[in-house]
């Protein structure tokens, strides 16, 4: 069974600076896609980046951005000058082909003005 | 073009009674899922459907559980005889196919039991 851990249960990050949570995935597969989903207070699942595991170069959606280590089974995501918009629970995933997604237990992530 | 559309946002069920909650895919997404997030918690998988077809429901309870997506119309889960454990809130998404490309989300369904 695929598993994701994210280990960051809350994090905090001062308007305009850097912050980098944290996610961890268990599987034996090669082939397989990593996703950042980030929900907020109105609890709607907004996608936020995705990676395809072949690919090499990490994955970059504006302030977004991953770094993928596959060897490491590692998926971390950077968001970078933060807004209080980013404020929200952050769900690391994984999904394979013909397979649903499987979701972390989320980071809460709290932009301080 | 609309987005996963669930209904009702909102179900206020006593213990015993019927919770119906539906979900209609994005326009041309054959395949559907449904996810329960308990309060503080993150998104468990219940099951996974194509049309007139179940492909994966090892995240749904044995009993008092089920969920359809006919040939016509919206997918239905449905959960008989509620319990308050059930409160939670239930959210259901699609995907074009069965690879790799993204699964979008409805805004969810949010089931209380009194």
């Known amino acids: 069974a695929q598993t994701v851990t994210q280990s960051q249960p809350e994090m905090s990050v001062q308007e305009a600076e850097t912050v980098t949570l944290s996610c961890t995935y268990d599987?034996?597969?090669?082939?397989?896609?990593l996703f950042w989903y980030k929900q907020p207070p109105s609890r709607q699942m907004i996608l936020v980046i995705r990676q395809e595991a072949y690919k090499q170069q990490n994955a970059t959606e504006n302030r977004f951005s991953v770094n993928f280590q596959k060897a490491a089974k590692s998926f971390s995501l950077k968001i970078s000058d933060s807004q209080l918009g980013d404020a929200a629970m952050y769900f690391c995933a994984y999904r394979r082909n013909n397979n649903d997604m499987r979701f972390g237990a989320g980071t809460r992530l709290t932009v301080k003005p | 073009n609309a987005g996963v559309m669930q209904n009702p946002r909102h179900l206020v069920r006593r213990r015993g009674q019927e919770a119906r909650l539906r979900c209609s895919p994005m326009k041309g997404h054959s395949h559907v899922y449904w996810y329960r997030q308990l309060p503080e918690e993150g998104l468990k998988f219940m099951v996974y459907l194509q049309k007139e077809n179940i492909i994966d429901e090892s995240g749904m309870p044995k009993e008092r559980f089920s969920a359809e997506f006919p040939k016509e119309g919206p997918s239905i889960l449905r959960i008989q005889q509620v319990v308050r454990g059930d409160s939670a809130a239930y959210f259901c998404a699609s995907s074009l196919d069965m690879s790799g490309n993204t699964i979008y989300f409805g805004e969810g369904s949010w089931l209380t039991v009194v």
């Open positions: 599987t034996s597969e090669s082939d397989y896609y």
